[in-house]
T-cell receptor, first 112, second 108 residues
Framework: NAGVTQTPKFQVLKTGQSMTLQCAQDMNHEYMSWYRQDPGMGLRLIHYSVGAGITDQGEVPNGYNVSRSTTEDFPLRLLSAAPSQTSVYFCASSSVTGNTIYFGEGSWLTVV | EDQVTQSPEALRLQEGESSSLNCSYT??????LFWYRQDPGKGPEFLFT???AGEEKEKERLKATLTKKESFLHITAPKPEDSATYLCAVQEPQKLVFGQGTRLTINP
């Protein structure tokens, strides 16, 4: 029972590099989202999707890009990494009712 | 915008010493209040969702309650394995608004 799977677990990037954080869920959930967690700031929403082909911005979208070509996958792209994007990133998914929202194990990103 | 405040920031208890964690919220209309447990280096693990004042849910040594302005997570006779950060969040359209969390430590 995989649930929400994120890769990679750890990544170090140089300023200006780009990369993609992968997220996959096997629960056939319509809703998927990306949060970042920073000390003293809690978890904040970056982008979300309510279904394949539909995405929208959250609270802190600048510097990130998303797409949703399948129900299962929701990758998060960092276009040109900056030190301010050093954080822990969590992917989440739920059914459209949103009664239970499941999180992945996280991706630790350091930008130097 | 909705706001969520958790207290205390950190709590240290002896094994078997019961206590409660508080989550105060300000929302225009509550759609749902979520409790999560987060262990170091892990993602938030879902515990409960509460929807209306007076609602209670239980899981092992944990019981969550809800009023119109706050939620409590009661922990009864805790064990060291209950040590974790407990997160509270309210549901807005398309997102959760999280509190800062309470870091709970249970000493044997």
């Amino acid at each position: 029972n995989a649930g929400v799977t994120q890769t990679p677990k750890f990544q170090v990037l140089k300023t200006g590099q780009s990369m993609t954080l992968q997220c996959a869920q096997d629960m056939n959930h319509e809703y998927m989202s990306w949060y970042r967690q920073d000390p003293g700031m809690g978890l904040r929403l970056i982008h979300y999707s309510v279904g394949a082909g539909i995405t929208d911005q959250g609270e802190v979208p600048n510097g990130y890009n998303v797409s949703r070509s399948t129900t299962e996958d929701f990758p998060l792209r960092l276009l040109s990494a900056a030190p301010s994007q050093t954080s822990v990133y969590f992917c989440a998914s739920s059914s459209v009712t949103g009664n239970t929202i499941y999180f992945g194990e996280g991706s630790w990103l350091t930008v130097v | 915008e909705d706001q969520v405040t958790q207290s205390p920031e950190a709590l240290r208890l002896q094994e078997g010493e019961s206590s409660s964690l508080n989550c105060s919220y300000t929302v225009s209309g509550l759609r749902g209040l979520f409790w999560y447990r987060q262990d170091p280096g892990k993602g938030p693990e879902f515990l409960f969702t509460l929807y209306s004042a007076g609602e209670e849910k239980e899981k092992e040594r944990l019981k969550a309650t809800l009023t119109k302005k706050e939620s409590f997570l009661h922990i009864t006779a805790p064990k060291p394995e209950d040590s974790a950060t407990y997160l509270c969040a309210v549901q807005e359209p398309q997102k959760l608004v999280f509190g800062q969390g309470t870091r709970l430590t249970i000493n044997p």
